[in-house]
């Protein structure tokens, strides 16, 4: 089984995103919409084997991720209703996935945290949530909020 093959299972077995209507499903056509928000959406570290850490970041408004924070909209909604050429002043990590060989290395944090530079290039970020699915998850979040001086919030 390749990496890639490997981390679409990985997503699938986490996050259950097919079975669930409100969390988003990454495919190309959703690939695009993200990258046309902000180049920094999606990354993504690699060898060899292919991809072993994947990182979604979703800039939005403090508006929608307070909307989200409540259960009111998913994650479909909040990201349906972003616009690319918006003003944007919070951050949704939506995921971090890291094969379990490349775990506790710090990868995701090393990915997070450059694609929160680029995205704070070209937006105010002043707040930053997540909908946590693990223990590692929050403490990743909660690393980002501290690293970056933000507030952070959690469904």
């Known amino acids: 089984m390749t990496n890639l093959e490997r981390m679409i299972a990985l997503a ?4 259950a995103s097919r079975s669930d209507p ?6 190309d056509g959703l690939m695009e919409k993200l990258r046309s928000i ?11 084997k292919g991809p072993f850490a994947w990182i979604l970041l979703i800039p939005t408004t403090h508006r929608v991720m307070e909307q989200f924070i409540r259960g009111e909209i998913g994650e479909r909604q909040l990201l349906g209703v972003n ?6 002043d919070a951050i949704y990590l939506c995921s971090a996935l890291v094969l379990p060989e490349y775990r506790g290395k710090g990868v995701a944090r090393r ?4 694609a929160i530079r680029a995205i704070q290039r070209d937006h105010a970020i002043r707040e ?3 909908w946590a699915f693990s223990l590692e998850g929050t403490r990743l979040a909660e690393s980002l909020a501290r690293r970056f001086n933000l507030p952070l919030y959690q469904r």
């Open 38 to 48: 902000h180049p920094a959406t999606l990354s993504e570290a690699r060898d060899e």
């Open 111 to 114: 990915l997070a945290v450059d």
């Open 83 to 88: 616009v690319p050429n918006s003003a944007f």
């Open 128 to 130: 930053f949530f997540v």
């Open 22 to 27: 409100d969390q988003i499903v990454v495919d």
């Open 12 to 15: 699938d077995q986490f996050f």
